[in-house]
């Protein structure tokens, strides 16, 4: 699959730089350019899709029983889960773990999605003497 051209983006469409914390929208990149920024000379831009982490107890659990399992005797696990069930564990958990991350300072992040070909050079002024 070929790129996406920049000149054929909405101008609402979020974009990145490959490895970058920052995102412009093609409006707003589009203007940089033909201010006469750089962005178009990195090779690595691309639409980004927005996303939010949220944490899940009862993954998180699962991973600390299995990681503690083995150093445990047997069927320690199973009994682990009858004291998390009978206790309603998971349930307490989640909600600490929700009130904890309510935020977007550790739950947002984005993924990079198709590749974007900076088709818009910036404005030269031809200057005569």
């Not at 609402?12 to 412009?24: H, K, L, R």
């Not at 005797?73 to 889960?81: L, T």
């Not at 600490?96 to 002024?125: C, H, M, Q, R, S």
Request: charged share 35%; proline share 4%; net charge negative.
């Amino acid at each position: 699959m070929g790129k996406l051209k920049l000149s054929q983006l909405n101008d609402d469409v979020e974009v990145s730089i490959e490895e970058s914390s920052t995102v412009y929208t093609v409006a707003e990149l589009k203007a940089e350019i033909l201010d006469g920024e750089p962005h178009h000379e990195s090779p690595k831009w691309y639409t980004i899709k927005r996303r939010k982490w949220s944490p899940n107890a009862r993954w998180m659990i699962e991973n600390y029983i299995d990681n503690e399992h083995e150093d445990m005797y047997e069927d320690w696990d199973e009994r682990a889960w009858d004291c998390i069930e009978k206790e309603s564990a998971v349930t307490k958990v989640q909600k600490v773990l929700d009130e904890v991350f309510k935020g977007e300072y550790a739950t947002a992040y984005w993924t990079y999605e198709e590749p974007v070909e900076i088709d818009i050079l910036p404005n030269v002024v031809n200057e005569t003497k």
